[in-house]
């Protein structure tokens, strides 16, 4: 377990609130610019969301909430569940860490200047390592719960497509079996599966789809938009066919469909967002469920899935 945090580093990691609400972004997008430039790290991240700028905005926002709620973390439970999920998915390891806690530190010193004090950096040193410590705990755990579960693993699995179904002009589904044909995990409706990519051109790839199939002990189905110019949307959908093998990891992610409570249900989605809840459609129809509204829009007909 992580050791408390002094009152002086909280005191310290507060008063940085101003300079992460002026300079967070510039801190996270120099972090990654030193993490992207050891081709180890690299491969471990989605490179088109460092392209768009959402990874270094979402890490921005997540460390300025960290700084806000440091005397109530327990505020931060639910981003830290949904970041150590994802980090499972990816096959984030222990030994990774140090590599994040460099280029972050390196990159506070960098933007903040001599704003920088020996004080300011050994908090944020010590507060990295005491959320760190959180985090490698509680994947430690989700580890361990995928490798124990009947049809779990861990690391990445080879799959193979079973069946590829278009089901709309932006839309393609793909039925994915294990290739040693034993069972798979269950999933949790509204999971993702992780996926590590040789996209040729362009390398090593890292993808989330949701799953968009009932929960099942020998197959998965992921249903992609094709984005425009999108680097792994356009090779799935023009170049992946039944037979072809890919490299997944567990079923992750904590936006899921929890017990049915006596209420109403309703389902609210647009375009490929309804891929979740397709799962979680599967998964009452199976369990009777009744009073469940699902409303859904997408732009044209030749769009709907």
């Known amino acids: ?102 280029a972050l530190l390196g990159a506070i010193a960098h933007v903040l200047g001599d704003a920088a004090t020996p004080d300011i950096m050994d908090a944020w040193g010590k507060a990295y390592w005491f959320l760190a410590e959180i985090l490698i705990g509680r994947e430690e755990q989700i580890y361990v719960a995928h490798a124990a579960a009947p049809g779990g693993w861990v690391g990445w699995r080879p799959f193979r497509v079973s069946r590829r179904t278009v089901e709309s002009e932006t839309v393609t589904s793909f039925e994915l079996a294990p290739v040693d044909g034993k069972p798979v995990m269950r999933h949790v409706p509204g999971q993702y599966l992780s996926f590590r990519l040789d996209v040729p051109g362009y390398g090593s790839e890292r993808r989330n789809y949701s799953i968009s199939s009932a ?37 992750a992610g904590d936006f899921t469909l929890g017990n049915p409570a006596p209420a109403p249900i309703v389902f609210l989605s647009a375009g490929s967002g309804l891929t979740p809840f397709i799962s979680m459609l599967g998964a009452l129809d199976a369990a009777a469920a009744t009073g469940v509204r699902y409303i859904h829009t997408t732009r044209t007909p030749a769009t709907e899935a």
């Open 1 to 102: 377990m992580a050791s408390p945090l002094d009152d002086k580093t909280r005191s310290i990691i507060k008063a940085c609130v101003p300079a992460l609400e002026a300079h967070g972004l510039a801190i996270t997008t120099e972090m990654y610019r030193r993490l992207l430039a050891n081709p180890d790290i690299r491969d471990l991240f989605n490179i088109s969301h460092q392209k768009d700028g959402e990874q270094p905005k979402a890490l921005a926002l997540a460390v300025l909430a960290y700084a806000r709620n440091i005397d109530n973390l327990g505020a931060m439970a639910g981003t830290v569940e949904r970041i150590a999920e994802k980090h499972v998915g990816l096959n984030i390891l222990p030994e990774h860490y140090p590599y994040v806690a460099d």
């Open 215 to 251: 929960p099942g002990s020998n197959a998965y189905r992921i249903s992609v938009r094709r984005i425009d110019n999108g680097v792994v949307s356009d090779w799935l959908h023009d170049s992946v066919q039944e037979g072809t093998v890919l490299q997944v990891s567990a079923p």
